[in-house]
Antibody, heavy 122, light 110 residues
Framework: QVTLRESGPALVKPTQTLTLTCTFS??????????VSWIRQPPGKALEWLARIDWDNDKWYSTSLKTRLTISKDTSKNQVVLTMTNMDPVDTATYYC??????????????WGQGTLVTVSS | QSALTQPASMSGSPGQSITISCTGT?????????VSWYQHHPGKAPKLMIY???KRPSGVSNRFSGSKSGNTASLTISGLQAEDEADYYCCSYTLSNTFVFGTGTKVTVL
């Protein structure tokens, strides 16, 4: 059974850096064709893909946010970390991590965490 | 990368069918054709309903079906049931090796 759980601060101040951790089980990021993505949803708005990290440590970022995002993995801990710099109130959202299939595997998100709400406010 | 275009809302009576459209460009929906659909009940994790345009994951009802024509993908829900009431999002892989989601459609069962 695959599970993913997001963790991180519920509240951050404008200009601060957000660090979120995705802890997962039921698969390994050292296995070929396994990837993990971060996706967010501002209140009342649509889902937005942010970043993806692959089993071979390839990294992919949203074009509009790439200058602010860094994704990394700790395979031994089954964790993926996302950092987002210079946080702004418009970044208030529920942040999800999701197991992701790469291009060769169909390119979709087949398991999701429950999400963690991050509010940006002074 | 602009979001894929979906109708904001759709509704139907129990037993009816509805089809949700998802319009993109030749750089996303019209490229690899790797469109997936997600059902999202507020407060819960989104659920994969369709992948690679038309394939259903194990456990997803065959009342859900997907298709694609050109730059537009579609999700059809047949035999609408109360538990189908949710938000639905399409998502496409792009030529830039990124993902783009749709604007989302709120489905109401009357």
């Amino acid at each position: 059974q695959v599970t993913l759980r997001e963790s991180g601060p519920a509240l951050v101040k404008p200009t601060q850096t957000l660090t979120l951790t995705c802890t997962f089980s039921g698969f390994s990021l050292s296995t070929s064709e396994m990837c993990v993505s971060w996706i967010r949803q501002p209140p009342g708005k649509a889902l937005e893909w942010l970043a993806r990290i692959d089993w071979d440590n390839d990294k992919w970022y949203s074009t509009s946010l790439k200058t602010r995002l860094t994704i990394s993995k700790d395979t031994s801990k089954n964790q993926v970390v996302l950092t987002m710099t210079n946080m702004d109130p418009v970044d208030t959202a529920t942040y999800y991590c999701a197991r992701t299939r790469p291009l060769s595997g169909g390119s979709y998100f087949d398991d999701w965490g429950q999400g963690t709400l991050v509010t940006v406010s002074s | 990368q602009s979001a894929l275009t979906q109708p904001a809302s759709m509704s139907g009576s129990p037993g009816q069918s509805i089809t949700i459209s998802c319009t993109g460009t030749s750089s996303d929906v019209g490229s690899y054709g790797l469109v997936s659909w997600y059902q999202h009940h507020p407060g819960k994790a989104p659920k994969l309903m369709i992948y690679e345009g038309f394939k259903r994951p194990s456990g997803v009802s065959n009342r859900f079906s997907g298709s694609k024509s050109g730059n537009t993908a579609s999700l059809t829900i047949s035999g609408l049931q109360a538990e189908d009431e949710a938000d639905y999002y399409c998502c496409s892989y792009t030529l830039s090796n990124t993902f783009v989601f749709g604007t989302g459609t709120k489905v109401t069962v009357l």
